[in-house]
């Protein structure tokens, strides 16, 4: 599971280890003093296609709601 800074928690990454999930999320500042948890940054920079992918799908809302099939939005 890759995630940003957000999902840096100690429940969070005691859930994805007890699931066997590999976490690539990377550590917040104020957690850096407890030590250095291991993190593939390759992996990481990929999930930037699934980002943008989504965020394209988010653009193109019509894709998922079929506006164009509504009874309101029909010329006949």
Known sequence: MAGDKGYSYGRI???????KIKAI????????????LAFDKDTYRRR????????WLKECRRIGTRFEKLAVTSWA
């Open 25 to 36: 999320i990377p550590q917040r500042e104020d957690q850096r003093e407890r030590g250095e």
């Open 13 to 19: 990454r005691a859930w994805l280890r007890r699931h």
């Open 48 to 55: 930037s296609i699934i980002e943008n992918c989504v965020g």
